[in-house]
């Protein structure tokens, strides 16, 4: 049993076993925090992962069927952090998964630095807009917006994280493309993967997944595309497994 609450649901995590808690006025996962825990790479037995602007713990809980390793995942709104937490409650996930209600600046004092193999994190993506153009809701907000979090301090805090030689994977915006890999170099991340996600052929991207690696050579590849939708709107089949695997 789950204890809901308000306008929240438990819904099936796509083709995973699990379930998760979601809410329409709170927070709901996109196609982007499954495009960012399928793309990044994992050690399979084992491993020390952390996640970062967790959400409702959608990659923490991704992740936990790609990998036999520990997984924490960071979240500074209560609500959400809390939702997190009962949905790792619910699957029995507690000894490999665990959430923390906080500042992601805060992280490398209270967990060490160079302590992770590897750090995710799909951050706000807009700078943050004049109080007339904001969202109301706050938890929609701050979820989008760089209101507690710039890109600049994610990118920051996760090379702290990150060991040398460990991943960092992030999914954003391809307009902020060169801001990322510019602090990517700034502070010792070496971007070696990039891949484009548009919406339909011949479509501009709307989406980009970079990984980088802490004091790596150079060296990127630029991975074929990702389309979404065919031309009936439909997914296309790369995306149908992506999301259900072979169902």
Same mark, same amino acid.
């Given at each position: 049993m789950v204890n809901l609450k308000e306008d929240e649901r438990l819904d099936y995590l796509l083709a995973e076993e699990l379930r998760i808690i979601q809410s329409p006025s709170?927070?709901?996962?996109?196609?982007?925090a499954v495009l960012l825990a399928k793309f990044v790479y994992v050690p399979i037995q084992k491993g020390n992962l952390i996640d970062l602007c967790s959400g409702n713990g959608v990659i923490p809980l991704f992740l936990s069927t790609r990998t &036999?390793? +520990?997984?924490?995942?960071? %979240?500074?709104?209560?609500?959400? @952090?809390?939702?997190?937490?009962?949905?790792?409650?619910?699957?029995?996930l507690k000894e490999r998964l665990h959430m923390i209600c906080g500042d992601i600046n805060n992280m490398p004092k209270e967990?060490?630095?160079?302590? @992770?193999?590897?750090?995710t994190c799909n951050p706000p993506y807009f700078i943050t807009p004049s109080s007339e153009e904001i969202n109301l809701n706050e938890h929609l907000a701050?979820?989008? +917006? %760089?209101?507690?979090?710039? *890109?600049?301090?994610?990118?920051?805090v996760s090379s702290q994280l990150v060991r040398t030689?460990? &991943?960092?994977?992030?999914?954003?915006?391809?307009?902020?493309?060169?801001?990322?890999?510019?602090?990517?170099?700034? !502070?010792?991340? %070496?971007? &070696?993967?990039?891949?484009?996600?548009?919406? &339909?052929?011949?479509?501009?991207?709307?989406?980009? *997944?970079?990984?980088a690696t802490k004091d790596g050579n150079t060296g990127l590849k630029i991975l074929p595309p990702l389309v979404v939708y065919?031309?009936?709107?439909? !997914?296309?089949?790369?995306?149908?497994e992506i999301l259900y695997g072979n169902k």
């Open positions: 709170v927070f709901s996962f996109s196609l982007d &036999k390793g +520990h997984i924490t995942g960071v %979240e500074i709104q209560e609500r959400l @952090f809390d939702m997190a937490q009962r949905s790792i409650d619910y699957n029995g967990m060490g630095h160079g302590k @992770f193999d590897i750090v701050i979820a989008r +917006h %760089e209101i507690l979090c710039t *890109l600049d301090d994610a990118i920051r030689g460990g &991943k960092v994977a992030f999914v954003h915006r391809p307009d902020r493309l060169i801001d990322i890999i510019t602090y990517m170099r700034q !502070y010792r991340l %070496e971007p &070696k993967r990039v891949q484009f996600v548009h919406p &339909k052929n011949g479509k501009d991207a709307n989406m980009i *997944l970079v990984e065919n031309e009936d709107n439909e !997914y296309t089949p790369e995306i149908r």
